[in-house]
């Protein structure tokens, strides 16, 4: 296996990721930030965020599928959330269950959630990056 994930003892147990990945595969995988557009450039879920969560991971799926891994590979994952506040946090992991339970995958490697003002456009609500090691 390419990444292997820990829990420190000296850091907090978060229960939905780990806070640590080794990662020991040959060939890294640096994606752009993903947003809720289809294949055509279409906005997904406008106004609903757990939509444009869940076409977010549907595109980090894609991303990694096509660079020959999958989720199991993921080092590192990055959300951005535009005026963000803990209240968001169901809808945000809403989107992420439902597009991993249609990818059939668990996530687990550590992630960061950033609170953003704005993205390239004022219709998107989240962005999700993901650095990738693949043996």
């Given at each position: 296996m390419t990444i292997s994930l820990i829990?420190?003892?000296?850091?907090?147990?978060?229960?939905?990721?780990r806070q640590v990945s080794i990662a020991t595969g040959s060939k890294l995988v640096f994606m752009a930030g993903?947003?809720?557009?289809?294949?055509?450039?279409?906005?997904?879920?406008?106004?609903?965020?757990a939509a444009q969560v869940e076409q977010c991971f549907l595109n980090v799926g894609a991303a990694l599928a096509e660079a020959g891994g999958s989720f199991d590979n993921v080092a590192k994952l990055?959300?951005?959330?535009?005026?963000?506040?803990?209240?968001?946090?169901?809808?945000?992991?809403?989107?992420?269950?439902?597009?991993?339970?249609?990818?059939?995958?668990?996530?687990r490697a550590p992630g960061t959630l950033i609170?953003?003002?704005?993205?390239?456009?004022?219709?998107?609500?989240?962005?999700?990056?993901a650095i990738a090691v693949i043996d």
């Open positions: 829990d420190p003892e000296e850091l907090p147990k978060v229960g939905f990721f993903q947003v809720a557009w289809d294949a055509d450039g279409n906005l997904v879920g406008e106004g609903d965020l990055t959300t951005f959330v535009t005026d963000w506040s803990m209240d968001k946090m169901k809808l945000v992991t809403e989107g992420r269950d439902r597009a991993l339970a249609k990818l059939g995958v668990t996530l609170g953003a003002a704005a993205l390239y456009s004022p219709d998107l609500l989240v962005e999700v990056e």
